[in-house]
């Protein structure tokens, strides 16, 4: 059996053909497809382009497709399940069933390989969705980086700014994200900053990338840096919790998949966020993810077929997708 899995996102849009086994058959990429970004005829060309880079690559395996499941950016907000599974079908074979959900739904199954359970996404922005076992699906957060990105990349960076600024002025204890931001910056003094900052990009890109650099002063052991991994973990555990609680029983075991780049130190961050939430839901796991987003597609079309997939499959795919 063969799974096209498609995860497209605000920055590029990836697709797969494998099997059951892992073996990865062909790959591609093509530019960002969120529909909430680009007008209809420059979305059409972006996945009709990327299926066309499949189909060249080996068409005799491309018209066997059995399922093709697409976990897209922006689907959900504006409604456009029907025309993005529309455009797909006209591309496909015939006989190929076509999912579309939020790209989210990849995130959860690259961690739980196509079972329910909840994912916290925290990259530059951040989202907590769960999904049952009857299919239902749940979201909390993840509203807009203004007012709800609570423990994303941005979030954590701009709190880092903060702390650095006012231990400049002397209204808070020095930290030693000082010196790793005016490094990043490539700045000798903190007022320097302010230029890099207030930029043509927009501030999320350039603010976003500083939350690796709280994570490693954190497990350095800076006492702000560490407060800030606190806060953002404690809001984190507050979206899981209210998720779980619209989705699954209080006594149930659900997995629980930390995915994004803020999570650099997965071992940190699960320990802080089990910490506020083992109380109230003990038989939470949380996991790591396994295999990338554009994996957790393809496992998504197998799980739609009834097909589980085991650590061999892990370790075939990600071989495959690295190549």
Partial sequence: MYVLGIDGGGTKTAAVIADENGTVYMKAEAGRSNPNTLNKKEFEAVLTGLLHQLREQDEEIYNRLSVC???????????????????LSQQLPPETLVYIENDAVNALYSGTLGQSGIVQISGTGAIT?????????????????LFDDFGSGYD????????????YDGREYQTALTEKVLNYFRVERVPDTIERIYSEEHPRTIIAPLSRIVVEAASEGDSIALRIIEKASRQMAESIITCHNKLFAKEETVKVVLSGGVFTNF????????????????????IPSVIPPVGGAVAAGFSVMGVNLGEKFIEVFKEGVSR
């Fill in 156 to 167: 954590l960076g701009n709190q880092a700014l903060q702390a650095v600024f006012q231990a």
């Fill in 267 to 286: 071992v940190l961050f699960r320990k802080m966020i089990e910490n506020h939430t083992c109380s109230k839901l003990p038989n939470l796991e949380y």
């Fill in 129 to 145: 969705i769960g999904k049952n076992e009857t299919g239902e699906i749940a979201r909390v957060g993840g509203w807009g980086y």
């Fill in 69 to 87: 499941f697409a976990g897209m950016a922006g689907v959900g907000e504006s409604n456009r399940q029907l025309e993005v599974k529309r455009l």
